[in-house]
């Protein structure tokens, strides 16, 4: 089945430690986005690839970084990690901007900064 | 500005109770307008969507109809069984140019036996 996959699941990581999260996608979907949830909250959008252009949300802040080699991958990478950083962070895919996409998700990473 | 509004949870039901979950949304164009479903440990997924005025999305028992006149997308369903138990988040995304999708603060859902 075609899919969003995230690995891994869960990650551990120490405070100031750069930690690397990783996206696959085998829908051939030319967006993918990288959502930011913390507990009880909605996601919110971090960045987004459409194709190769990247584009970042204004409050993004400069600790988070994204790289999308080919068209299945993407990675977030955030390059000193605070104990605000824990979180669930949602890798998502959609065919192509609007009218009418829809945005499918993965399963997730959950971040603990220690 | 462009947004959604839930009603706060968590909602509270008994296995085969009717539900109904609100969504008022505010927009500066024509949105569609979504239904994301988010079980305990997972990502989202779409449980429905409306892309027009009075269209009406439905899948696993649940409805939503996009009511233009009143900015409104309640979720509802007739029967509601224990495996509904999730976060269920309304959402919208603007038609023109790209609009990332704006999401409600997410409602939680618990049904007891």
């Known amino acids: 089945d075609a899919m969003v996959i995230q690995n891994p699941r869960y990650q551990v990581t120490q405070f100031g430690k750069p930690v690397t999260l990783s996206c696959s996608q085998t829908?051939?979907?030319?967006?993918m986005y990288w959502y930011q949830q913390k507990s009880s909250q909605a996601p919110k959008l971090l960045f987004h690839?459409?194709?190769?252009?990247?584009?970042n949300e204004a409050d993004t802040p400069d600790n988070f970084q994204s790289r999308r080699p080919n068209t299945s991958f993407c990675f977030l990478d955030i390059r000193s990690p605070g104990l605000g950083d824990a979180a669930m962070y949602l890798c998502?895919?959609?065919?192509?901007?609007?009218?009418?996409?829809?945005?499918?998700f993965g399963p997730g990473t959950r971040l603990t900064v220690t | 500005g462009n947004s959604v509004t839930q009603m706060e949870g968590p909602v509270t039901l008994s296995e085969e109770a009717f539900l109904t979950i609100n969504c008022t949304y505010t927009?500066?164009?024509?949105?569609?307008l979504f239904w994301y479903v988010q079980y305990p440990g997972e990502g989202l997924q779409l449980l429905l969507k409306?892309?027009?005025?009075?269209d009406k999305g439905s899948n696993k028992g649940f409805e939503a109809t996009y009511r233009k006149e009143t900015t409104s997308f309640h979720l509802e369903k007739g029967s509601v069984q224990v495996s509904d138990s999730a976060v269920y988040f309304c959402?919208?995304?603007?038609?023109?140019?790209?609009?990332?999708?704006?999401f409600g603060t997410g409602t939680r859902l618990l049904v007891s036996p």
């Open positions: 998502a895919t959609s065919r192509e901007t609007p009218p009418s996409y829809e945005q499918y």
């Open positions: 829908l051939n979907h030319n967006v």
């Open positions: 690839y459409y194709d190769k252009d990247f584009n």
């Open positions: 927009a500066t164009g024509y949105p569609s």
């Open positions: 409306a892309t027009k005025a009075d």
């Open positions: 959402a919208l995304t603007l038609n023109t140019g790209f609009q990332k999708l704006v």
